[in-house]
Every structure is written in C-alpha cells, then in structure tokens.
C-alpha cells in the first residue's frame, strides 16, 4: 500500500503543476499517517456532510422555484387589478422572472459550497462576453424599454412596421409579436422596432378614406363631383362635420392626364370602419356611376393611317 501511494505520488508530482503539486503532496502524506479505519471513517463523514449539502441544495431550489412562481403569479395579477398595458405586464413578468431565476441559481450553488464571489465574477465576466457576442440581442433589450417608456405602441394596436401590417398581442424583452390580418404571427426585434418608422392606426378615433377615381374626357366634372358626392355620403358610416374631428365627405378634380379625368374623394369614418367604407365605397362607384352617367376612362391608343 505504501508502494501504491508512493507511485501515485510520484505521478502526481510529474504531470501536475506547481500550486496543485503541493496540496497533493500534502494529501498523501496525510494519508500515509492515517490508519484506514480512520480514513474511512473521516471520508463517511465527508460524504455524508456533502450529502446534506446537496439535500439542503436541492431543498432551496425547489422551494425557490415554488416563491419565484408565486411571486410571478403576484405581479401579473397586480397589473391586471390595476388594468394596465399589457405588453408592460409582459415584459416585467419576464423581467422579474429572469432576475429571480438567476438570484436561486446563485443562491443554489452557494448552498453547495462553492464560493458565490468567484461565481459572480464569472457570471459578470461571461455576461460582458455574451454581451458583445450578442450585441444585437442587448441593442433589442434596450428597444424593449424605449417602447415600454415612450409607448408608441400598446397591445392591442393595428399597426404597420418593418413591412409587416398588424395588431400587436405582446411586447416581450426582445421582440414584439405582431398578428397580421390572415392570422400569421410575426416577431419584430424591438431594436428594429424602436429605431424605425412605426404607422398606428389606432391612436386616433377617426381616419380619413381617400380614393381616386378616373373618369373620361368628354364627363360633366359637375355632374361626375356630385354623383360621387351622393354615392359617398349614402354610406351611413360616412360621417360629417357634426362629428367631433371630422368633416364632411369632399370630391375635387385632382390632375388631368393624357386620356383620364382623376377626381379625389375624402371621407371621415370610425378607425373601426376604415377597410368596410373603403371597399364598399370603391364597389358602389363601380357598380352606379356609368348608370348615371358617369364614363371611367380606359386606356386607348389612337392611330393615325395616312393615304398616299
């Protein structure tokens, strides 16, 4: 045994470094003056105290995740008491659970044994690392915030951004999900989000519906303004100047192009209303304005064939 402990400690010395090699050689010669009945019983007892180490660890994580739920479960019933932003309550949801999750691993690993400062250090220098490897996802982090103080958007909004039209369901740490008219769910980077152009549809009660129409040369313009007038204004979601922020439906000569009259049309309507008004408004000069006498211009070509 003694020839074992010699080779091993030979071994050690060899392929070992300096600070290593002397904490080993320390060991081994402690081992060399214990009698065995008294090395086992100390490592019974060395197992045994990292047992409870790892009970007492396991305890704490288990019992935290249980507080981390609970407390999760407190703030997201506070916002809906106090019927706050959704997306606000999203993302400090998400917040609070990242923070606490990172709080028990620590505290877990503590628990163990292992020293939590060196942890923390390692945690910061990896943190600092991931975060100029993954600047993009710090650069969404932050876009998150900005939307969150400035509130261009809110959860519920039918908006038009980074080329995707939609309303907004959620605004998460890092991106904002975005369902679009035919049910496709899209992710938008907050960084993108935030940096760029963002059309709300939704802030505003009332939008304007603004349609072009094209008639022939050859129409009574006085004739075609007020017909388009009295198709515009027998929509009952048309509204008028006696609604607050509105005005009445109007009709002018826009341009005069080569071989078409453009005649502008503005109407007021509820944002709810918007898409409704239009495509009945564009059906209705289709179908009534050549029975009333009204022609749409077409494109023509005229040619001219000379005799010799």
Do not use: C
């Not at 507080?67 to 998400?94: M, N, P, Q, T, W």
């Amino acid at each position: 045994m003694l020839m074992t402990l010699l080779q091993a400690e030979a071994a050690v010395e060899k392929f070992t470094a300096d600070s290593i090699q002397a904490r080993t050689s320390e060991t081994l010669a402690a081992l060399k003056d214990t009698e065995p009945n008294v090395l086992l019983q100390n490592l019974g007892q060395q197992a045994l105290h990292f047992g409870l180490k790892v009970l007492a660890a396991l305890a704490i994580y288990i019992i935290g995740a249980w507080i981390i739920k609970k407390i999760v479960k407190i703030v997201a019933k506070g916002f809906e008491k106090k019927r706050s932003d959704a997306a606000l309550a999203s993302f400090v949801k998400s917040l609070v659970s990242i923070t606490l999750w990172v709080l028990l691993i620590i505290i877990t690993v503590g628990a163990l044994g292992i020293n939590t400062t060196s942890l923390a250090a390692l945690l910061a220098a990896g943190g600092m690392a991931i975060g100029m490897a993954l600047s993009g996802t710090v650069q969404n982090f932050a876009g998150g915030i900005m939307l969150l103080v400035f509130k261009p958007i809110r959860a519920g909004d039918f908006i038009e951004a980074q080329g995707f039209t939609g309303t907004v369901s959620e605004i998460n740490i890092t991106s904002t999900k975005l369902v679009t008219l035919d049910n496709r769910v899209v992710f938008i980077p907050n960084g993108a989000l935030a940096s760029g152009n963002i059309n709300n549809f939704s802030v505003k009660d009332l939008r304007r519906v603004d349609i072009n129409v094209s008639i022939a040369y050859g129409n009574d313009i006085e004739k075609a303004k007020k017909t388009v007038l009295e198709i515009i204004k027998s929509n009952p979601k048309a509204l008028d100047a006696k609604t607050k922020g509105a005005a009445d439906p109007f009709v002018a000569l826009l341009s005069l192009g080569e071989s078409t009259i453009t005649l502008v049309t503005r109407t007021w309507v509820k944002a709810a209303d918007y898409w409704d008004v239009y495509f009945w408004i564009t059906e209705n000069l289709y179908s009534q304005l050549p029975a009333k006498g009204v022609d749409f211009s077409f494109p023509h070509l005229n040619v001219n064939i000379s005799k010799n």
